[in-house]
């Protein structure tokens, strides 16, 4: 069975810092494109950042030079660091892992297969 777990959010202020962790019992994880997306109250998913099979990235404009994701292939886990938090950073967080491997990811939430249950970042001003 696929299961993502997220774990490390929290409530910060302005300014600080969080490192969000998301352990996935997928099969060939290393060779899968995986994304963080977040999700504020009343909104719809919104594209933060994705690391493919390869460790290349990309991240939506709004978080680049903020935000770093990564991934440790031995341990099965993809992380987002997220340096200096803003309020409009506040929302659920979830990763998600692509379906195919070697497939490059997207940032449509639609073209992911599975997703772990979320964590809530709420940053403070």
């Known amino acids: 069975q696929v299961q993502l777990v997220e774990s490390g959010g929290g409530l910060v202020q302005a300014g600080g810092s969080l490192r969000l962790s998301c352990e996935a019992s997928?099969?060939?994880?290393?060779?899968?494109?995986m994304g963080w997306f977040r999700q504020a109250p009343g909104k719809g998913h919104e594209f933060v950042a994705l690391?493919?099979?390869?460790?290349?990235?990309k991240y939506v404009d709004s978080v680049e030079g903020r935000f770093t994701i990564s991934r440790d292939n031995a341990k099965s886990t993809v992380y987002l660091q997220m340096n200096s938090l803003k309020p409009e950073d506040t929302a659920v967080y979830s990763c998600?892992?692509?379906?195919?491997?070697?497939?490059?990811?997207?940032?449509?939430?639609?073209?992911?297969?599975?997703w772990g249950q979320g964590t809530q970042v709420t940053v403070s001003s």
């Open positions: 690391i493919n099979w390869d460790s290349s990235t």
């Open positions: 997928v099969r060939a994880f290393s060779y899968l494109a």
């Open positions: 998600a892992a692509g379906s195919v491997a070697y497939r490059r990811g997207s940032s449509d939430f639609r073209d992911y297969a599975k």
